[in-house]
């Protein structure tokens, strides 16, 4: 649908403003999916983010101008080098914010929360600010620090996250459980507007076809110690005493990368292992879910993890696919017992015992994914989450938009539409070609 269309005749084209720490579009799909969806509902779209080795300063991609005006570099730990490198991208939001004409709506993603405040220039113009809270920053930053809740750099970023909070106009976050702790930290009596991470229909297309030769378990996502990536390494090396024909596929990555690499070598396991050369995009996502015999989620349980729920298992659930996932409070209060296989975080033993009983229960976790994923259709989809983000923006037509937006992105799942993702792919498993 074009702009034209959208807003129709001698109607002034909205415009929108989205802000994200990190590389566009492989890094980000959740911002992705939102930015493209608001340019096929008729808004004039930018992004403003980091620019990976080799990606241009400025490009369009899926109906989106992306302008990276600042290179990625390598994730800092420290409080000072993380501040050192959240302000200098703000001053290039900020700059950008000063000379760009007026939007209607400035979108930011955090982490940094702070970057709200490098769009003051565009709210003094009459735009309205959206913070988008994927992660709790203080709960992010206390598991990669390790500083204590009461030391001195924790008492800032707990002043800065709930000014942040407060000087948005709207907050959005990823589920209910994150919504209600923002309200409780920040105060605010509006209502936090819940936008799950449910997938993009254009890139997970359920697969129907039945698949014959190996199983697969498939992890994908980033790569991090926390992912418990490590634990699954390991523990499909204990299952191979019972599946000897099973296949490990890994997607992603991330800091662990090089300590997988090690464990799938220690373990001998080269042969039967794909790991992928870096970040996938989602339209080969979705194609590996889509073929994948069980998706694995298998993250430990630390204070952020605790309260997130993974997109991968989101992912998983939409495409049918038989989940067996780390046993956490949100992702239980989200899927049940009944519809997701769980197991004890962190405990590789366990991980490599569900594995096997999957793999000898085929139909008791296809009746599992089938639960799930009915549950996932009337509770979670993507169209609803479209509509209430459309609602969000402000878009007073957001049922209608949000329904042709939905027609739109139907009518391309399957297509193959990597151009639009960007400049790089991923080879893929011998079994994808």
Known sequence: ???????????????????????YPLAEPRVR?????????????????????GEARLAWLGGVRVLRPRRQVARAFTLLALLREYGAFW???LVHCVKASRYDVVYVANPPDFLVFAAASQRWRGSRIVLDVHDLMTDLFALRSGFADTSV????????ERASLRYADTLMTVHAPYARELAQRTGRTDAVAVVMNSPDPRFFARDEAVHAGPPV??????????????????????ARAEIPEAQLWIAGDGDARSQVTDAVQRLELGDVTWLSTGMVPLEEVGRLVARATFGVAP?????????????????YVALGVPAICADLPTRKRHFP?????????????????????????????????????RHYKQAYSWPAQLKTFLNV??????????????????????EQTVAQAGEQTVAEPEEMR
Not at 153 to 160: E, G, S
Not at 299 to 313: I, P, Q, R, W
């Open 1 to 23: 649908m074009s702009a034209a269309a959208a807003t129709g005749p001698g109607r002034r084209s909205r415009r929108a403003l989205f802000v994200v720490h990190k590389t």
């Open 33 to 53: 999916r939102l930015a493209e969806a608001a340019a096929m509902a008729g808004w004039r779209v930018d992004v403003v983010a980091l620019r990976a080795p």
């Open 91 to 93: 001053v290039a939001v």
């Open 153 to 160: 750099a924790a008492r800032v970023l707990h002043r800065l």
């Open 217 to 238: 378990f498939l992890f994908h996502g980033s790569i991090f110690a926390r992912s418990g990536v490590l634990d699954l390494v390991e523990a499909f090396a204990l």
């Open 299 to 315: 993250s430990h349980s630390n204070v952020h993890n605790d309260k997130a729920l993974s997109g991968k298992l989101l992912e």
């Open 337 to 373: 017992d009944d519809e997701v296989l769980y197991f004890a975080p962190g405990s590789v033993e366990e991980l490599s015992s569900k594995m096997v009983w999957a793999w000898r229960h085929p139909d008791e976790m296809q009746a599992r994914a089938a639960k799930a994923l």
């Open 393 to 414: 923006l402000g878009d007073h037509d957001g049922e209608r938009t949000a329904t042709e937006a939905g027609e739109h992105a139907a009518a391309q799942a399957g």
